[in-house]
T-cell receptor, first 116, second 111 residues
Framework: GAVVSQHPSWVICKSGTSVKIECRSL??????MFWYRQFPKQSLMLMAT?????????EQGVEKDKFLINHASLTLSTLTVTSAHPEDSSFYIC????????????FGPGTRLLVL | DAKTTQPPSMDCAEGRAANLPCNHS???????VYWYRQIHSQGPQYIIH???NNETNEMASLIITEDRKSSTLILPHATLRDTAVYYC????????????FGQGTRLTINP
């Protein structure tokens, strides 16, 4: 149980294009999902907290207009990197908290983004 | 959330117990200790969490000192697949709270 998936697992795009990453909780409903970013040899850094049916809460320094988050259902949150640039190349990881339990975060496998 | 301190790296022989320490001297009374691990190029995997009593599950055991200022994650019979970065995180057990990841301990299991 508590399986979280991400799609795509990796993506290569040209500079200036937008990329959408999906995060799904497969066997539970999640009112809250989190988006993290991880650069090589660094730890995970929280980007934003996504609550179903409401606007995401962004961490300091994360541009909300560049990293669009939509959490339209209890099993799906999406992160769109708009006008991607090479410095946006990173490992993007989501996590979801089961609505029933409400505490433990379960992580997806991550999406590796390379912007050329 | 309170800060944690972990050794940057550790080695352990395959088949032996791996004991990963974590210091959290500023932990508050309502904060839990969580352990996650991240195998290379994967998302973090939840291992275990506890408040003040020792906890055990199918993956590991968590030993928390009586003063709660430190804890130890024990992998009883380490395998090569346990090679990963292990993160010790303290957070309030209240709703869907964010996790603040430190640098963790890079555990290498040697054959």
């Amino acid at each position: 149980g508590a399986v979280v998936s991400q799609h795509p697992s990796w993506v290569i795009c040209k500079s200036g294009t937008s990329v959408k990453i999906e995060c799904r909780s497969l066997d539970f409903q999640a009112t809250t999902m989190f988006w993290y970013r991880q650069f090589p040899k660094q730890s995970l850094m929280l980007m934003a907290t996504s609550n179903e049916g409401s606007k995401a809460t962004y961490e300091q320094g994360v541009e909300k207009d560049k990293f669009l988050i939509n959490h339209a259902s209890l099993t799906l949150s999406t992160l769109t990197v708009t006008s991607a640039h090479p410095e946006d190349s990173s490992f993007y990881i989501c996590s979801a908290v089961p609505a029933v339990e409400g505490e433990t975060q379960y992580f997806g496998p991550g999406t590796r983004l390379l912007v050329l | 959330d309170a800060k944690t301190t972990q050794p940057p790296s550790m080695d352990c022989a395959e088949g032996r117990a791996a004991n990963l320490p974590c210091n959290h001297s500023t932990i508050s009374g309502n904060e839990y200790v969580y352990w996650y691990r991240q195998i290379h190029s994967q998302g973090p995997q939840y291992i275990i969490h506890g408040l003040k009593n020792n906890e055990t599950n199918e993956m590991a055991s968590l030993i928390i000192t009586e003063d709660r200022k430190s804890s130890t994650l024990i992998l009883p019979h380490a395998t090569l697949r346990d090679t990963a970065v292990y993160y010790c995180i303290v957070r309030v057990f209240q709703g869907a709270q964010k996790l603040v990841f430190g640098q963790g301990t890079r555990l290498t299991i040697n054959p």
